[in-house]
Nanobody, 127 residues
Framework: VQLQASGGGSVQAGDSLRLSCLAS????????IGWFRRIPGQEREFVAG????????YYADSVKGRFTISRDTASNTVYLQMNSVRPEDTAVYYC?????????????????????WGQGTQVTVSS
């Protein structure tokens, strides 16, 4: 079972993009989902996370006010709306589930706490 990220592409600075994270074969509706990104040669970094019922969401300072995470439990899908993108947002974006935070109101920001990573989706922002 993996979380499949999609929706990436090549865009210009200032554009918008919406990423999707689909959980196939299993429901993770009782756990937080996190979006992370990785630039080649660097560790995977936290971008945004959303709790099990969608009531609370959390963001990295670098994307706060520009990105919005949401989830549709009926379709087992979590979205990342990316507005006003910047060249420094260029990365491969991944989503993962934190199965250690059952129905928690918070999220963890360390990638090691997440699993069921998929292949990721590339986002390239040109200036």
């Amino acid at each position: 079972v993996q979380l499949q990220a999609s929706g990436g592409g090549s865009v210009q600075a200032g554009d918008s993009l919406r990423l999707s994270c689909l959980a196939s074969g299993r429901s993770f509706n009782n756990f937080p989902i996190g979006w992370f990104r990785r630039i080649p040669g660097q560790e995977r970094e936290f971008v945004a996370g959303i709790v099990w019922n969608g009531r609370f969401s959390y963001y990295a300072d670098s994307v706060k006010g520009r990105f919005t995470i949401s989830r549709d439990t009926a379709s087992n899908t979590v979205y990342l709306q990316m507005n006003s993108v910047r060249p420094e947002d260029t990365a491969v974006y991944y989503c993962g589930v934190d199965q250690g935070m059952y129905q928690s109101v918070g999220v963890r920001r360390n990638a090691i706490d997440y699993n069921h990573w998929g292949q990721g989706t590339q986002v390239t922002v040109s200036s």
